[in-house]
């Protein structure tokens, strides 16, 4: 059996430090352990792919592709999982063509959507010394789809992940790669171990759609509103989520056996993300090093799994053959069950809140007193550089019992007004120093009818739009600079802050560093302008540095100021101190 055991993604957002400090010196020590470095490369036709992201141009990614290959001595692959790409021949030449000066510098190995363009042997006759995978996005699932894929040319087959917890269909599919050596075309066998997808997931599909047929500068799928009903929600309502995730279970006998069952290789996820290329890593040191863990936050469960007959126990017997047919079982619910009574644990009521507000924003639903977007009356008549969902959004954080709401950047008071109407609040604080009296949008086509704006200007929209005299909580204008707020400034801890302010490195961490002193144990901060990536590359970096504890994360992108959509775009926390 080979050491070879992992296929390793290139991150195509690697900056110069990480890859000499930090990933090439990783690469060195573990090649033993690394089949293959795998990178997406964008070259016509395939100028999109399932990752959906954007990242340098493709010229500089294949160039730094090479550079780490050919300095860690690891083969690299290609990889062009666009499903969407029609397989007709025009596109089959234009693929051959721009892929030669990829092949003539060592580049051996690829990932290819379309079966009837290996069958043409026109690729091989092109490039002899290909070795050919094909895509996890034909979802392979029987043993017959093996050996017509073989027979059409894949030297290498990447199986449908769920097929990890049906191992009685693995067997069917080692035989099956058993008689593909017997007539002379060997395949070897893989499995995406990592990405944390749900087993069986109705959405994955159309996730993959959407970010293969993303254009410009729309938003990935994680980063668009629709997405609001997929994993990025179920994470936070299902306490049992990472028990029904389409990964391998987190014992290293486990994965043994997974390699016993025909598997060859083991997939390993981190294209789009930091964080799990640095998971990705982790597991192959764990793995060398034959720990007992692959994911070692499974040792949470280590006291129940010495009871014979405890749940997590049954759990880990059920999965080899339960298919992810989860509304035949719930038996991953039971053991989260068993597990939170034992630990006390339970979601935070402002992450449930946080959940909600963003569902209901999609519809347009909260406690403003007209729900119609395309209503001109519906916000109260206050124009601001923000959008309709925006302003539900905040409405509905708001509605919280106990809300105590900052706003740092009020300006007319579009968001501030719909953010606190309707709702029973123990107070709301609106503070900016109107420093810029004259704010446009940057869009040319959009145009407000504001100007010389004032704290008076603010105050009169207020008192315009909310009838304060039937109030019952406190609402606070405090004019000056975001960084001199302090305690004493607030009779309550805040618990949620919007900040919309300025948005200079220097100013955004002063403000984060006084808001440590006035805010409550748990609270949520939304960050407007998240399209600006510097903006949450600061708000991250801060969060980080004082060891706060991430409760809830969303990053909703779009296009610039989008009047549709998040306006120009929303990170939202909610952090525990």
């Known amino acids: 059996m080979s050491k070879r055991v992992f296929s390793l993604p290139i991150n195509p957002k690697l900056d110069e430090d990480f890859v000499e400090n930090t990933f090439l010196p990783f690469l060195k020590e573990y090649r033993d352990y690394i089949l293959d470095l795998y990178f997406t490369c964008r070259i016509p036709p395939f100028d999109q792919d399932a990752m959906g992201d954007v990242f340098m141009q493709p010229e500089a990614l294949i160039s730094s592709a090479c550079y780490i290959s050919n300095q860690s001595n690891i083969p690299l692959s290609a990889t062009f999982n666009n499903i969407w790409v029609r397989p007709d021949q025009k596109n089959l030449d234009e693929w ?24 043409s042997g026109q690729i091989q006759q092109a490039f002899p010394d290909l070795f050919i995978k094909n895509t996890i996005l034909r ?3 029987r043993a017959n789809e093996i050996v017509a894929l073989a027979e059409a040319g894949f030297h290498y087959i990447n199986l449908d992940r769920d097929l990890m917890r049906d191992h009685d269909q693995l067997l069917e599919i080692r035989k099956a790669k058993d008689y593909c050596t017997f007539i002379g075309k060997p395949v070897m066998i893989s499995m995406l171990v990592n990405e944390t997808c749900w087993g069986g997931c109705p959405i994955m599909p159309e996730h993959y759609q959407y970010n293969n ?20 929600t179920w994470d936070v309502q299902h306490p049992e989520y990472d028990l029904k995730q389409a990964n391998l279970p987190p014992w290293r006998e486990d994965w043994v056996e997974m390699l016993d069952l025909g598997i060859d290789v083991f997939k390993l996820h981190g ?15 764990r793995w060398a090093d034959e720990e007992e863990y692959m994911f070692p936050e499974y040792k949470k469960y280590q006291a129940e799994l010495e009871m014979k007959d405890a749940p997590i126990n049954v759990w880990r017997e059920k999965i080899k053959t339960c298919k992810f047919d989860c509304w035949d079982c719930n038996y991953c619910e039971a053991v989260i069950e068993s597990h939170m009574k034992k630990a006390d644990l339970q979601v935070h009521p402002q992450v449930e809140t ?32 923000s959008s309709p969902r925006v302003r539900h959004f905040l409405n509905n954080l708001c509605s919280q019992e106990g809300a105590v709401y900052l706003e740092v950047g009020v300006y007319a008071g579009s968001t501030f007004c719909a953010a606190i109407q309707n709702n029973e609040m123990v107070a709301a604080y609106a503070n900016d120093n109107w420093s810029q009296p004259n704010l ?3 869009r040319e086509d959009i145009n407000l009818e504001l100007e010389d704006v004032t704290v008076s200007t603010f105050v009169k929209n207020l008192q315009t739009n909310i009838t304060t005299d039937s109030l019952d909580f406190d609402i606070q204008v405090l004019n000056g600079d975001s960084s001199n707020l302090g305690k004493k400034d607030f009779k309550e801890d805040v618990n949620i802050i919007f900040y919309d302010g300025d948005n200079t490195e220097h100013k955004m961490v002063e403000f984060f560093t006084r808001m440590m002193d006035f805010t409550a144990d748990v609270f949520t901060l939304v960050v407007d302008d998240a399209n600006i990536e510097d903006n949450v590359r600061i708000t991250k ?8 504890k991430i409760l809830y994360e969303r990053e909703l992108l779009n296009d610039q100021e989008d009047a549709k959509m998040w306006w120009n775009g929303l990170y939202v926390l909610v952090l525990a101190k």
């Open 541 to 548: 970096t801060f969060v980080e540095k004082m060891g706060l």
């Open 354 to 385: 946080c959940m909600e507000a963003f569902i209901n924003s999609g519809k347009y639903v909260s406690n403003h007193k007209t729900y119609d977007p395309n209503d001109p009356n519906a916000y109260y008549n206050v124009p601001g550089l």
């Open 440 to 442: 446009q949008p940057a």
């Open 271 to 285: 294209r789009e993300s930091m964080m799990r290329l640095q998971e990705s890593m982790d597991l192959i040191k």
């Open 213 to 232: 047929t993303r254009k410009g500068s729309d938003p990935i799928y994680f980063a668009s509103p629709i997405s609001r009903v997929s994993c990025s």
């Open 139 to 141: 979802e392979v699932t």
């Open 96 to 119: 051959i063509e721009n892929f030669a000066p990829i092949y003539n510098v060592g580049a051996r190995v690829v990932t290819l959507p379309h079966t009837s363009w290996v069958s």
